[in-house]
DNA sequence: GTCTATAGCTGGATAGAC
DNA sequence: GTCTATCCAGCTATAGAC
């Protein structure tokens, strides 16, 4: 944990309330609309239990982040296990769900000095788990590694995956079907059809 | 011009001093500083001509963005026909300069409708101009249409070098040296050497 | 743990003087 | 075009009762 707890239990119902009403006022009005009122009023509470909780709203922010961070690093590594891990990664990088979350977090951690940082640690995280597993599985698929380091491979499948649903949440799509048809063609010839694939959350439409 | 505009000629220098003030505020600390009194403030102005220029914040922020959107345009543009088309458009999406602007702009975009209309207009535009000219770009260096689709290319280029300054911004940079050497040397094999290269402005050290 | 009350500040937006 | 004055609302954060 990144970030120092004023008080109460991690466990705590309360706790877990506000940052559940944090995440949610950050999807839907962005990080600005989340103040200690707005935050305890969804959750059904006073707003003085956010800063008894969490100190400062800036510490509110960082168990939001992390909380996020670590289910998604959970199953980043539970797919790079799995029997097909190509599939399995690719599934999990076009998830929808995270879109607008990372794009509060994105704006916010450019001014946020622990925000930002909580963000580069994260994202270093979730590549170095990448790159532990990628030598192993392309090794396994007789991947030429000179012709392709695991490293340019990730950029490829999650890089392209990420700017692609960046753009799909303001409606665009241009060469989406074709680049998307050229990434599933190359996991396709290393690891055959997908054999079970996790239904994949879209977008939600615009309020 | 997508926006209405309140009062005041469009080339006003009161206006002019207030749209460069809110740009330099979205920048160093985010769209949520980006008041009418810190905006006038930063200018030398009354809170008030904001009101008497723009009407709202939100066609104050709309005057920021399409602002930005033409000039950006028209360097692409001017990329686009020049005698190194590839090497300039590269270098024209390896410009650092309105990665802070845009994350801005896309956590915005999805919580005022008119703000976020507006980034999907342009970046269709945008777009749309690559699209015009690739093909005959492409064409012209004798590749293969059926393999490599202008809209793909456009994505590995333009898409992946935005992934990666989102990156770069984050102090991230696990693989980018080789992503750049690969896709730089798909340009090389087209176009040679490049002749002449605009420096490249870098994003500025955190505060 | 949860509450009320409060201090001190900042915000969007308008009316109306000059 | 530019200003002051103003309304009403919202904000972070703390003190202290229960």
């Given at each position: 944990m990144a970030?120092?707890?004023?008080?109460?239990?991690?466990?705590s119902?309360?706790?877990?309330?506000l940052?559940?009403?944090a995440?949610?006022l950050?999807?839907?009005?962005?990080?600005?609309?989340v103040?200690s009122?707005r935050?305890a009023?969804?959750?059904?509470?006073?707003a003085?239990?956010v800063?008894y909780?969490f100190g400062t709203m800036?510490?509110?922010?960082l168990?939001v982040?992390s909380?996020?961070?670590e289910?998604n690093?959970?199953?980043q590594?539970?797919?790079?296990?799995s029997?097909?891990?190509?599939w399995a990664?690719?599934?999990?990088t076009?998830?929808?769900?995270?879109t607008a979350l990372n794009?509060?977090?994105?704006?916010l951690g450019?001014?946020?000095k622990?925000?930002?940082?909580?963000?580069?640690?994260?994202?270093f995280?979730f590549?170095?788990?990448?790159l532990?597993?990628?030598?192993?599985?392309?090794k396994?698929?007789?991947v030429?590694a000179d012709?392709?380091?695991p490293?340019v491979v990730?950029?490829?499948?999650?890089?392209m995956s990420?700017f692609?649903?960046?753009?799909?949440?303001?409606g665009?799509?241009?060469?989406h079907?074709?680049?998307i048809a050229?990434?599933e063609?190359?996991?396709r010839a290393?690891e055959g059809?997908?054999?079970s694939?996790?239904?994949?959350?879209r977008?939600?439409?615009r309020?």
């Open positions: 970030f120092a707890r004023r008080n109460g239990a991690e466990d119902s309360t706790r877990t309330a940052i559940d009403a995440e949610q950050m999807v839907e009005e962005g990080y600005a609309a103040s009122r935050v009023g969804r959750a059904g509470m006073n003085a239990l800063y909780y800036d510490d509110l922010f168990a982040f909380r996020r961070a289910r690093l959970e199953a590594a539970e797919a790079l296990a029997d097909q891990p190509l990664l690719w599934d999990v076009r998830d929808q769900t995270n794009f509060e977090f994105l704006a450019k001014h946020r622990v925000v930002g940082a909580a963000i580069t640690e994260s994202c995280n590549r170095r788990v990448q532990d597993a990628m030598p192993g599985i392309l396994r698929y007789g030429d012709a392709w380091a490293a990730l950029l490829l499948m999650d890089g990420r692609l649903m960046m753009e799909e949440a303001f665009l799509d241009i060469g079907t074709e680049m050229l990434i063609g190359q996991i290393l059809e997908p054999r694939r996790k239904p994949r959350p977008a939600k439409k309020a």
